[in-house]
T-cell receptor, first 117, second 112 residues
Framework: EPEVTQTPSHQVTQMGQEVILRCVPI?????FYWYRQILGQKVEFLVS????????KSEIFDDQFSVERPDGSNFTLKIRSTKLEDSAMYFC???????????????FGAGSRLTVL | QKEVEQNSGPLSVPEGAIASLNCTYS??????FFWYRQYSGKSPELIMS????GDKEDGRFTAQLNKASQYVSLLIRDSQPSDSATYLC????????????FGKGTTLSVSS
């Protein structure tokens, strides 16, 4: 079964450093997403990406964050100057887009755990 | 404001019982509703989707949607210890484009 692949599975970084999280979405999917989940809290939407540009973003996705699709397969999330509160699990997801029923089913990767010290 | 509300639980049921999980959402024009399951330390995994008012059954799972009441529920029949997880309600809200907005999740514990 096709899956969304994320690397690294766990990254430890020092406060103030830049981090890049990588994702390989399912190959025929058109929409890409980043979510984060702080330990014990809910899954929070960060950003959606379609046709090589951001389509939606939440209040969390400020100038510290950026996304890029540098080639035909990878989708990256860059966090500049990390803060302690950026420690979380970051999930990448992808979807085909709206199906005939009008729904957009997201498939999630296994996540990248970021620890900021 | 885009909100999806769930009781955090824990909801404890004995093996073989029916577990009932509930969710309300704030955006009246929402069209698509999803239940995901999340095991501790793992990613969300889709269980069911529902788009029309009424019931939708898939094996031991039944999703129920009432758009007038802005309410969606998930019933798990013949609950098994392997069903013990956090169940996340997710809603595609108009203002969020194609993204899903998640509730905090309800933790289900099934005892053998």
């Amino acid at each position: 079964e096709p899956e969304v692949t994320q690397t690294p599975s766990h990254q430890v970084t020092q406060m103030g450093q830049e981090v890049i999280l990588r994702c390989v979405p399912i190959s025929n999917h058109l929409y890409f997403y980043w979510y984060r989940q702080i330990l014990g809290q809910k899954v929070e939407f960060l950003v959606s990406f379609y046709n090589n540009e951001i389509s939606e973003k939440s209040e969390i996705f400020d100038d510290q964050f950026s996304v890029e699709r540098p080639d035909g397969s990878n989708f990256t999330l860059k966090i500049r100057s990390t803060k302690l509160e950026d420690s979380a699990m970051y999930f990448c997801a992808s979807s085909e887009g709206e199906r005939s029923s009008g729904a957009n089913v997201l498939t999630f990767g296994a996540g990248s755990r970021l620890t900021v010290l | 404001q885009k909100e999806v509300e769930q009781n955090s639980g824990p909801l404890s049921v004995p093996e073989g019982a029916i577990a009932s999980l509930n969710c309300t959402y704030s955006d009246r024009v929402s069209q698509s509703f999803f239940w995901y399951r999340q095991y501790s330390g793992k990613s969300p995994e889709l269980i069911m989707s529902i788009y029309s008012n009424g019931d939708k059954e898939d094996g031991r799972f039944t999703a129920q949607l009432n758009k007038a009441s802005q309410y969606v529920s998930l019933l798990i029949r013949d609950s098994q210890p392997s069903d013990s997880a956090t169940y996340l309600c997710a809603v595609n809200m108009y203002q969020a484009g194609t993204a899903l907005i998640f509730g905090k999740g309800t933790t289900l514990s099934v005892s053998s």
